[in-house]
T-cell receptor, first 110, second 115 residues
């Protein structure tokens, strides 16, 4: 069945460092791909999405490109801030479900 | 803009006790969902409701029941709580069910401990 695999955490970075969180997927057909973010004490909220191959989703300085050839949707940010500390979930949406990865915890230290 | 509201935020139960988690959305969404979040396992779907008056089982429905009371409200009931149900529970909603480009809106979660 469909699934999402994302890199294990936790990840700790210094402020202004470059961030990559890896995400790969298995799916039939042509799913849409998402990154959700969960700040402490809150529910998940959509960060960005891409709906077809080679699409790039972007928001708040974060980017991810839908790579069908490598079945990947890696999240990147060029310069992280303390306020980016959160748990990040990769997800896919297909015809019959949403599938979420296990989440990657990011802590950014000043 | 309330969005999706869940109550309570925290709950401690003893094994065998029952309780109901409440969820309401004010976005006029048709579809609602209950997920549980466990360490290392991501979010798993418990039950969902495509529209008012319908409910269906998700990936992990055992030990739970749901009620779609009206378009706004979707409750989750634990009839006889077990320690394995210790988890964080999230309610979510969307305009349409399983639409590929659909965005989910989540509540802030209920942290449940069963002793």
């Amino acid at each position: 069945g469909d699934s999402v695999t994302q890199m294990e955490g936790p990840v700790t970075l210094s402020e202004e460092a470059f961030l990559t969180i890896n995400c790969t997927y298995t799916a039939t057909g042509y799913p849409s791909l998402f990154w959700y973010v969960q700040y402490p004490g809150e529910g998940l909220q959509l960060l960005l999405k891409a709906t077809k191959a080679d699409d790039k989703g972007s928001n708040k300085g974060f980017e991810a490109t839908y790579r069908k050839e490598t079945t990947s949707f890696h999240l990147e940010k060029g310069s992280v801030q303390v306020s980016d500390s959160a748990v990040y979930f990769c997800a896919l949406s297909n015809l019959n479900q949403f599938y979420f990865g296990t989440g990657t915890s990011l802590t950014v230290i000043p | 803009n309330a969005g999706v509201t869940q109550t309570p935020k925290f709950q401690v139960l003893k094994t065998g006790q029952s309780m109901t988690l409440q969820c309401a959305q004010d976005m006029n969404h048709n579809s609602m969902y209950w997920y549980r979040q466990d360490p290392g396992m991501g979010l798993r779907l418990i039950y969902y409701s495509a529209s008012e008056g319908t409910t269906d089982k998700g990936e992990v429905p055992n030990g739970y029941n749901v009620s779609r009371l009206n378009k706004r409200e979707f409750s989750l009931r634990l009839e006889s709580a077990a320690p394995s149900q210790t988890s964080v529970y999230f309610c979510a909603s969307s305009e349409r069910l399983w639409a590929k480009n659909e965005k989910l809106f989540f509540g802030s979660g209920t942290q449940l401990s069963v002793l």
